[in-house]
């Protein structure tokens, strides 16, 4: 038995359901024989069922202890795939810099539960000079990848924005743990010609497809978990997982470090975002909206009254306006404005892009070598400013 990483229960024209986050307390892990036992019978299951599985690492108690218990819980979670048969390579990790290096999380990953992804959490404002070097020097190591996507945010304004906590297995996406969703990949530059004219038609048709095939690979979703089956009926998440950005730019020979290259590539992902919110929207009202916007009505909190009545009226009046089918809808990684061959730094002018997205995803990065550590770390900075922006594009859209 395998992780496997093509585990579709249900798929639909591409569209693929998520596999497992769970967050993990290692210090309790470490002190409790019910709670190593519960997390073993969890792997072994999701193992047998042939879930794929990323594991959000937490400690109670930040101390010098820490690698001890994180040495612990991968020797005890390799132990629990050893008996499933199955392979540790497809399991992910997310382990925070600041609270085990990210140098020592690797080597202690690799030696006691086997190679595999590691995604390390960076608190931009705080990260040590020598953590990033650490990153830094681990750069062509395509198994550990950075993530600092402090939020998951929705277009609808009506539907707050939720901390990204865990990272999807497979699909790389940074996202609440125990959260359900639908990946639809979309590569932009396959709907161009060689000079980089875009078939604008196929590709709006190619959204609203995307949207379509999501929601009903929702409908038939057979999720791994308690805790997935309710998030997918309650969110119906969807990844339109744009790539393909950077490859665009290449083909139209556009100066990427141009005020104009950036204008024209972000009308392009303005009009996908906005094909597929409209899509969505029209999906809400044949087939009902997203359960989200049903539950967040503040006026199920309140007495009975005309207070909450008003309350009542004025959030169906909104709700109405801006309804949509699902919480989320597109996904665009940091590496995607980049062409395929080598990263040219100059196109990191084009990550004021990801403002777009409801969150990202950190699959394996391109060719990084040559970059020096001012390089790679002003570059990861850059986009985590960028994604950090896009809470007060939200505050403002909520409050309007």
């Known amino acids: 038995m395998a992780f496997d990483r093509d585990h579709t229960p249900f798929a639909i024209d591409g569209a693929c359901i998520s596999g497992v986050t769970l967050a993990v307390d290692a210090t309790l892990i470490h002190q409790s024989q019910a709670a190593a036992a519960y997390l073993r019978q969890q792997i072994l299951d999701l193992?047998?069922?042939?879930?794929?599985?990323?594991?959000a690492v937490r400690w109670s108690c930040s101390a010098r202890s820490n690698a001890d218990t994180f040495r612990f819980l991968c020797d005890w979670m390799g132990e629990a795939l050893d008996d499933a048969g199955a392979r540790s390579c497809n399991i992910g990790l997310l382990v925070d810099a600041m609270?085990?290096?990210?140098?020592?999380a690797w080597e202690l990953r690799d030696a006691h539960l086997g190679t595999g992804p590691l995604h390390v959490s960076t608190s931009q404002q705080l990260l040590q000079e020598h953590l990033w070097e650490q990153l830094w020097q681990q750069r062509s190591n395509a198994m550990i990848r950075p993530a600092y996507v402090p939020f998951v945010s929705s277009q609808c304004r009506l539907l707050p924005v939720e901390t990204a906590n865990g990272v999807i297995p497979c699909m790389d996406i940074q996202a609440p743990t125990g959260s359900a969703w639908v990946n639809v990949p979309v590569d932009i530059s396959s709907f161009a010609d060689i000079d980089g004219d875009l078939d604008e038609e196929a590709l709006e048709a190619a959204i609203r497809a995307g949207v379509e095939a999501g929601d009903e690979t929702h409908s038939h979703a057979c999720w791994p978990t308690a805790q997935m089956r309710h998030d997918g009926w309650l969110n119906r998440r969807l990844a339109i997982n744009l790539s393909g950005i950077g490859t665009l730019v290449q083909r139209r020979d556009a100066d990427p470090t141009r005020f104009r290259t950036l204008d024209e590539m972000c009308r392009l992902i303005?009009?996908?975002r906005d094909i597929a919110l409209t899509?969505?929207?029209r999906l809400a009202s044949s087939k009902g909206n997203v359960p989200a916007l049903e539950q967040g009505d503040p006026a199920r909190l309140m007495p009975g009254g005309q207070t909450r009545d008003g309350w009542s009226r004025r959030w169906q009046q909104e709700v109405a306006a801006t309804a949509v089918r699902?919480?989320?809808l597109l996904v665009i990684s940091p590496w995607s404005i980049f062409p395929p061959d080598a990263a040219d730094?100059?196109?990191?002018?084009?990550?004021p892009l990801l403002r777009y997205a409801d969150t990202c995803s950190f699959g394996p990065p391109p060719d990084i070598a040559a970059w020096?550590?001012?390089n790679f770390k002003s570059f990861h900075q850059q986009a985590a400013a960028v994604l950090q922006q896009r809470g007060h594009m939200h505050q403002i859209a909520v409050h309007a």
């Open 345 to 351: 730094l100059r196109y990191a002018n084009l990550l």
């Open 372 to 374: 020096n550590l001012k």
């Open 47 to 55: 193992a047998m069922a042939g879930s794929s599985l990323s594991v």
């Open 99 to 104: 609270s085990l290096a990210p140098l020592t």
């Open 270 to 272: 303005r009009r996908i």
């Open 326 to 328: 699902h919480r989320n």
């Open 279 to 281: 899509q969505s929207q």
